[in-house]
């Protein structure tokens, strides 16, 4: 029909802005970095308060960033340095942590129609799943020598799209299989989680093609993807017991609202409460674009937890 296609148009559009708009702002160099491995993606990056979030000073939360990018290659964590420094402008400390992803095309397996060598596949395995292990293992240490300012017992992880399944997965290692190398034996140290438009629930997101069958792809194809989802989907780890909300746009096209709401309902039937802020009009990308509204909305959901 005539009227669906000028709304498509018209939402094609709008997501086209904000891709544009988000992806506008120069990238904002750390103030620190250091590495938590040998490989040049084992990093993070660090950036110190820039205000005091309380009149008495102190030190600040920490707030750990993971990058989207659908886990792939192209997409490193530079693409999120504004939105660290939005954070850290509102008196966070930040830790935007890089991890290795898939930079190899593969015949069928890539970003479109499942067809020919199109691209960079997404994700390792299991290297993306040790990175982001090693990474939240070696914060405490490294944020005491290169980011004094953090206060590492008021921790939050946040992360965007294929980052927010990294930051879900990284509060649920605790309830991965006995024989999952990245198991730790207590829930980790964290004040909560807040996932942007995350890849909540891999059996959803497949279905509905997110991102080109980047989670079959992170898992190594059709082999790999049923054995390995208790490793690696956190809509099968659940309860957490750690503070967990979801802020996804309603508009959003490339990682629709019905994933994050079946990560949402698995939480409510494994018997835990999990927020979830669906914010109007607004589409994958305002949610780290400094620009949006949407961002000041993030930073908010991170401060309640925080804190």
């Not at 250091?34 to 110190?48: E, L, N, R």
């Not at 990284?170 to 190398?181: E, G, I, K, Q, S």
């Not at 989680?193 to 959803?204: E, S």
């Not at 835990?272 to 993030?298: K, N, Q, R, S, Y």
Request: proline letters at 8%; a negative charge.
């Amino acid at each position: 029909m005539p009227d669906d296609a000028a709304a498509r148009a018209a939402a094609e559009a709008r997501a086209a802005a904000e891709e544009e708009s988000a992806f506008s702002h120069a990238a904002v160099d750390p103030d620190a970095t250091a590495g938590y491995g040998d490989d040049p993606d084992q990093v993070i990056d660090f950036y110190a308060p820039r205000e005091a979030l309380s009149p008495g000073g102190g030190l600040a939360p920490l707030i750990v960033v993971l990058h989207g990018g659908a886990w792939r290659a192209p997409y490193d964590r530079r693409h999120v340095t504004p939105f660290a420094d939005f954070l850290a402008r509102r008196g966070f400390a930040v830790a935007n942590v890089e991890y290795r992803r898939g930079g190899v095309s593969v015949p069928g397996q890539g970003p479109a129609d499942g067809a020919g060598d199109v691209g960079p596949v997404a994700g390792r395995w299991p290297e993306t799943f040790d990175d982001v292990a090693a990474a939240m293992d070696a914060l405490p240490a490294l944020v005491r020598e290169f980011l004094p300012q953090a206060d590492p017992r008021r921790m939050v992880v946040t992360g965007h799209s294929a980052g927010g399944h990294l930051a879900l997965w990284a509060a649920a290692r605790h309830l991965l299989p006995a024989d999952a190398a990245w198991r730790i034996d207590r829930p980790a140290p964290l004040r909560g989680v807040v996932a942007l438009a995350p890849i909540a629930d891999f059996t959803v997101a497949e279905k509905l093609d997110v991102c080109g069958g980047a989670c079959r792809q992170l898992l190594g194809g059709e082999e790999g993807f049923t054995a390995r989802l208790p490793y690696a989907d956190p809509a099968l780890l659940l309860p957490t017991g750690i503070a967990t909300t979801l802020v996804q746009g309603r508009a959003d096209t490339v990682v629709p609202q019905a994933v994050a709401e079946a990560y949402a309902d698995a939480a409510a039937k494994a018997g835990e409460v999990v927020g979830l802020t669906l914010l109007e009009d607004v589409g994958h990308f305002p949610l780290i674009d400094p620009a949006a509204d949407a961002c000041a909305v993030v930073a908010e959901e991170i401060a309640q937890l925080a804190w």
